[in-house]
C-alpha cells in the first residue's frame, strides 16, 4: 500500500511540474519519456480542455499494450454511466475524444473556424468503437511551417495546436523550436565569441532557411532575449508533447558552420554553397575530424537541455547541389552526418526529407540517391516524400532502398492563398501503398505543409486516413465534415438533440457546392505549385508586347467554382449562425473575387495595346474597386487579417529596438521576403486586409499610373522607373510603422450578399 501511495505521489509532483513549470525554472532537459499513468493525467487535462464543465462525464485509460502491432482508442459507456476513453497512449485517447464528440455530438475544430457547441447532457454511446492505426509514424510539419505560420506563437497557442495534433491522432511532430540555444552552446565551446555569431542567426521570421543551411544572418541580428524566450518555448513544447505519448524530431547537425569559422580555424576544410541570391554559406567538409566532433557536440548540448526520444531531422543538400555527384562522396557524406548522430546517440533515428530528390531530379539518380542512403542501417533511417500528394518519388527512388518511408502530403507554399488540394490522392495513395509491396517499407503518413491556416478541408480529409485501414470514401467524408462543420442535423445526431435543425433543401444545397469545389478546386492534378497565388500579390510585370499576354489560366474549372459560390450564397441565411460557414463563405468569395481580378487586369492591358485609354482606365478603376471591396471582405474574419500577424511579432520584443526589427521581420517575410528584386519576392503572400489594400493596390495604381501616361504621352512604358518607384514603396512599407486592426469588423454575410450582387454578372460572363 505504501509503494502505491509513493507510486501515485511521484505521478501527481510530475504532473505538477508538466503542467505548472513553464519558464526557465523548469529543469535542464524535459523528460523524455512519460508513464501510462502520466499520459493519462495529460490526457485528463485535454480533455478538460476541450469539453469544460463536461469534464466529469468522461473516464480516461492509457492502457499501453499495442494490438497486432498498432495503436488504438476506443470509446464506451460504461456501467456507472461515464464515458470511458481508451487507448494505448495520450494521443489514442484523445483521438478517441476526437471520435465520440463527432460522432455523437457533432462537434468540430480546425484552424479556420468551428463549432465546439455541446449539449447541456451528453449522449452516452451507443456501442463500443474501437479503432487502430495501421500507420506507425503519423508526422506533422514542415521547417517551413514553423516560420510561416509559427513564427510568433506563445505557449498557449502552442497547447492549442499540440491538444489538435493530439486529437487528430500525430505521434511524431517535427520540434525544431529554440534551436539556437543549442548553437549558440556549442559554438561558446569552439570558442566563438557572441559578437562573431552575430552575422550567422537570422531573424526570427526567417530561422528555418539559417537552420537548413540557406542562409546566414538574413533578418537579424537576433537579441539574446528571443533566444532565451524559444528555449523556454521549447521546453514547453516538449514537454506537453511527450506528456500525451508523442515523439518529437529534434535537428541534427549537417555541416553549416559561421562565416568566422574559417579564422578561427584556418587549418579545417570548408566549403561554400549559394541558395538563390543569398550570400554564399560555409559548409565544414564530411572529411574533416572536426565534422563528426561538432556533430557530436550538438546532440549532447541538445540532449543535455531539451532531452531526446532519438529522431534527428538532418538534410544535408536542401535546394543547393552536392559540390561532386560521384557516389562515394555522397555515401561518405551520408556516413559522416550518421555518424556524428551515432556518436553522441548510439539509438539515433535519422530523418531525412526527400524534397531533394524532386527540386533537383537531374542530379539525383538512382544511383546517387542509393549512395546516399545506402551507408545508413536501414532501421536508423525515416526518408519523408514530402510531396508525394502531387509528386511522389519513392518509385523512382527504389522505394528508398529498403528504408522506412512516410507518404506526406505538402499541399501548399509559402502558406499562400489559394482554395487547393489533390483529394483523390490524399484520399487513396496512402491506403493502396500501404499495400503495395512496391512500395517497399512505407510505415507512416504526414503533413508537411508549408503553412497552415487554410484549407481546412483537405487537412480533415487527410487526417481521416490515420485511424482506418481503407480508402477514404470522399463523398461520405465531405457529408460527414460537412455535418459537424455547419451543425446540420443528421440521423445520428438526432436524438442528442444537440444541433440546429436545417431544413433539408438547405443541407442538399450547400453539399452540392461542397461538391462542386471537390471536384474542381480539390482536385488539382495539374498545378504543381500549390494552386499557385493570386496575380494581385504579385508585383505588375509588363509585357514587351501585346502577343506575350496570356489569358489567366486555372488548374479548375471558373464554373465549378461559381455554382459553388452562387450555391453558398442563396443558403447563406440558414447558416449564417455557424462561424465555419462564415468563415468558408469568405473564403469562397475571396477566391472568385482574386479570379475576377486577374481577367480584368488581362482586360486592362488588352485595351493598353490596343491604345485604347477609355478601356484602360475603366478597367484599371474596376481593378482597384475590386481591389478594395477585396479588402473590405477580408477584414470580416480574423484568420484573414494583417493585423494579428505584425501585433503578436512586435509582442515579442522587450524594447521598442526589438519590437521594430521583429515588426521588420514580419512584414518582410510575406512581401520581399529578401532584398528587394529578390526571386523570392511575394513567394510567402498573403490574402490578408490591410495588405491587400496597401501593398498589393497601391503597386498596381503605379503601373496603372505609368501605363495612361504612355497612352497620354505617346512615350514607351518606362518600366525601369516603374520598377525603381515600386521597390522603393516596397522597402518603405516594411520599414513602416502603420497599425493594423487586430479584430474583424463588418459582417461576413452581409458583406458577402453585396458582393455577390454587385459582381455576379462579371462572374457568370466570364
Excluded at 113 to 135: A, F, I, M, Q, T
Excluded at 450 to 464: S, T, V
Excluded at 611 to 629: I, K, P, Q, T
Excluded at 680 to 699: I, M, P, Q
Amino acid at each position: 500500500m505504501k509503494g502505491f501511495i509513493a507510486e501515485c505521489a511521484v505521478v501527481l509532483l510530475n504532473a505538477f511540474v508538466l503542467f505548472s513549470c513553464t519558464k526557465n525554472d523548469c529543469p535542464a532537459a524535459p523528460k523524455a519519456e512519460y508513464s501510462p499513468a502520466e499520459q493519462a493525467m495529460a490526457a485528463q487535462e485535454l480533455v478538460k480542455r476541450m469539453t469544460g464543465s463536461h469534464f466529469g462525464c468522461f473516464e480516461v485509460v492509457v492502457d499501453p499494450v499495442l494490438k497486432d502491432g498498432c495503436d488504438w482508442f476506443a470509446y464506451y459507456a460504461s456501467g456507472d454511466g461515464q464515458i470511458v476513453l481508451e487507448g494505448n497512449e495520450g494521443v489514442s485517447v484523445a483521438s478517441a475524444l476526437h471520435a465520440y464528440l463527432k460522432q455523437y455530438c457533432g462537434w468540430h475544430s480546425s484552424w479556420c473556424g468551428n463549432n465546439h457547441e455541446l449539449p447541456e447532457s451528453l449522449p452516452l454511446p451507443l456501442e463500443r468503437v474501437e479503432k487502430k492505426s495501421p500507420y506507425k509514424y503519423r508526422y506533422n510539419l514542415n521547417y517551413c511551417t514553423f516560420n510561416y505560420s509559427l513564427s510568433w506563437w506563445d505557449e498557449e497557442r502552442w497547447q492549442q495546436e499540440i491538444d489538435f495534433m493530439a486529437m487528430n491522432g500525430i505521434n511524431m511532430p517535427l520540434a525544431i523550436t529554440g534551436q539556437n540555444t543549442v548553437w549558440q552552446k556549442v559554438y561558446r565551446r569552439l570558442g566563438f565569441t557572441d559578437k562573431e555569431l552575430e552575422g550567422f542567426f537570422s531573424g526570427p521570421a526567417f530561422f528555418n532557411w539559417f537552420w537548413m543551411g540557406n542562409l546566414d544572418g538574413w533578418g537579424g541580428p537576433l537579441p539574446q532575449s528571443f533566444i532565451d524566450a524559444h528555449e523556454s518555448l521549447q521546453r514547453f513544447i516538449l514537454s506537453r508533447e511527450r506528456s500525451l505519448g508523442m515523439t518529437p524530431v529534434l535537428p541534427a547537425f549537417t555541416g553549416h558552420v559561421p562565416p568566422a569559422f574559417e579564422k578561427k580555424f584556418p587549418d579545417v576544410k570548408v566549403g561554400k554553397t549559394t541558395w538563390l541570391d543569398y550570400p554564399e554559406v560555409t559548409v565544414l567538409d564530411p572529411s574533416e575530424e572536426m565534422f563528426t566532433t561538432i556533430a557530436r557536440m550538438f546532440i549532447e548540448e541538445q540532449t543535455a537541455t531539451y532531452g531526446t526520444n532519438h529522431y534527428y531531422t538532418a538534410d544535408t543538400f536542401n535546394e543547393n547541389l552536392p559540390p561532386v555527384n560521384d557516389p562515394e562522396y555522397l555515401t561518405s557524406m551520408s556516413k559522416v552526418v550518421y555518424g556524428g548522430m551515432a556518436a553522441a546517440d548510439p539509438q539515433a533515428v535519422w530523418l531525412m526529407q526527400a524534397w531533394l530528390f524532386y527540386h533537383q531530379a537531374d542530379f539525383w539518380g538512382k544511383e546517387q540517391i542509393e549512395a546516399l542512403l545506402k551507408p545508413v542501417p536501414d532501421g536508423n533511417m525515416i526518408i519523408l516524400d514530402l510531396f508525394a500528394d502531387f509528386k511522389p518519388v519513392w518509385e523512382r527512388a527504389g522505394s528508398f532502398y529498403g528504408k522506412q518511408w512516410i507518404w506526406c502530403m505538402l499541399q501548399n507554399f509559402g502558406q499562400r492563398p489559394c482554395l487547393c488540394g489533390s483529394s483523390e490522392s490524399v484520399a487513396n495513395d496512402p491506403n493502396s501503398l500501404l499495400h503495395n509491396p512496391a512500395a517497399g517499407n512505407m510505415q507512416g503518413i504526414g503533413l508537411t505543409m508549408e503553412g497552415i491556416n487554410q484549407n481546412p478541408f483537405i487537412f480533415a480529409m487527410m487526417f481521416e486516413n490515420v485511424w482506418q485501414d481503407a480508402p477514404v470514401d470522399r463523398e461520405s467524408f465531405l457529408e460527414d465534415w460537412l455535418d459537424c462543420r455547419y451543425g446540420m442535423r443528421t440521423a445520428r445526431q438526432a436524438a442528442s438533440g444537440s444541433v440546429k435543425t436545417v431544413s433539408y433543401e438547405d443541407s442538399v444545397i450547400v453539399t452540392r457546392a461542397w461538391q462542386s469545389l471537390l471536384h474542381s478546386v480539390y482536385s488539382n492534378e495539374t498545378n504543381p505549385d500549390g494552386g499557385g497565388w493570386p496575380g494581385i500579390a504579385k508585383r505588375p510585370v509588363f509585357k514587351g508586347h501585346a502577343d506575350s499576354l496570356a489569358v489567366p489560366e486555372l488548374f479548375y474549372s471558373l464554373d465549378s467554382l461559381v455554382a459553388a459560390w452562387d450555391g453558398m450564397i442563396s443558403c447563406a441565411d440558414a447558416f449564417s449562425g455557424s462561424d465555419c460557414f462564415r468563415y468558408d463563405m469568405v473564403d469562397i468569395t475571396r477566391e472568385s473575387l482574386l479570379d475576377l481580378l486577374d481577367i480584368l487586369h488581362y482586360k486592362s492591358q488588352k485595351c493598353f495595346y490596343a491604345s485604347d485609354r477609355d478601356g484602360f482606365a475603366e478597367y484599371a478603376a474596376d481593378v482597384m474597386e475590386l481591389a478594395d471591396d477585396i479588402d473590405m471582405l477580408l477584414s470580416t474574419r480574423k484568420e484573414f487579417l494583417l493585423g494579428p500577424w505584425v501585433e503578436s511579432a512586435k509582442a515579442y520584443g522587450t524594447t521598442d529596438a526589438e519590437r521594430d526589427l521583429y515588426e521588420w521581420n514580419a512584414k518582410t517575410q510575406i512581401t520581399l521576403w529578401g532584398v528587394p528584386g529578390s526571386a523570392l519576392n511575394d513567394y510567402a503572400c498573403k490574402s490578408w486586409s490591410g495588405l491587400v489594400k496597401d501593398f498589393y493596390k497601391k503597386r498596381y495604381q503605379l503601373f496603372y499610373k505609368g501605363q495612361m501616361q504612355t497612352l497620354e504621352s505617346g512615350k514607351p512604358f518606362d518600366y525601369d522607373g516603374f520598377m525603381k518607384s515600386c521597390l522603393e514603396f516596397e522597402k518603405g512599407w516594411t520599414e513602416g510603422h502603420d497599425v493594423y486592426p487586430v479584430e474583424p469588423s463588418g459582417s461576413e454575410i452581409d458583406i458577402c450578399l453585396r458582393l455577390w450582387s454587385k459582381y455576379k454578372q462579371n462572374m457568370h460572363g466570364m
